[in-house]
């Protein structure tokens, strides 16, 4: 089964659960703000899709972090990833494959089949 990584006020998570939802297909959702976000779970991500592709620097809480800590590396992103669970791009689908898509745009889902 998909699993939808969002953060339910998020406008392009909506887009997202509308596209997949138009599609019918089956699909869990794991709410990063409500549901958290684990040091098991991060690492399942990051074994997916590499580290500096899933910080997102166009956020509100990237612009809130100090520059101190926006010079980070591996270990460091990590942490800040699990104090921050937002500064993860969003959204992430990961497919029954185990590939994660990250973010999301008109048409990203137009291929996968249910």
């Given at each position: 089964?998909?699993?939808?990584?969002?953060?339910?006020?998020?406008?392009?998570?909506?887009?997202?659960?509308?596209?997949?939802?138009?599609?019918?297909?089956?699909?869990?959702?794991?709410?990063?703000?409500?549901?958290?976000l684990s040091a098991a779970l991060?690492?399942?991500?990051?074994?997916?899709?590499?580290?500096?592709?899933?910080?997102?620097?166009?956020?509100?809480?990237?612009?809130?972090?100090?520059?101190?800590?926006?010079?980070?590396?591996?270990?460091?992103?990590?942490?800040?990833?699990?104090?921050?669970?937002?500064?993860?791009?969003r959204p992430l689908l990961e497919l029954d494959?185990?590939?994660?898509?990250?973010?999301?745009?008109?048409?990203?889902?137009?291929?996968?089949?249910?």
């Open positions: 089964m998909l699993t939808l990584y969002m953060i339910h006020n998020c406008d392009t998570c909506r887009k997202a659960r509308k596209a997949l939802d138009d599609k019918a297909l089956m699909y869990k959702t794991h709410d990063l703000r409500k549901d958290g991060l690492e399942h991500i990051l074994n997916r899709v590499p580290l500096v592709e899933v910080i997102n620097k166009r956020s509100k809480t990237w612009r809130n972090l100090s520059d101190e800590e926006k010079d980070y590396d591996a270990n460091s992103a990590r942490q800040l990833l699990l104090k921050h669970p937002t500064l993860l791009k494959d185990g590939t994660i898509m990250i973010g999301y745009r008109d048409g990203d889902y137009d291929k996968l089949s249910g």
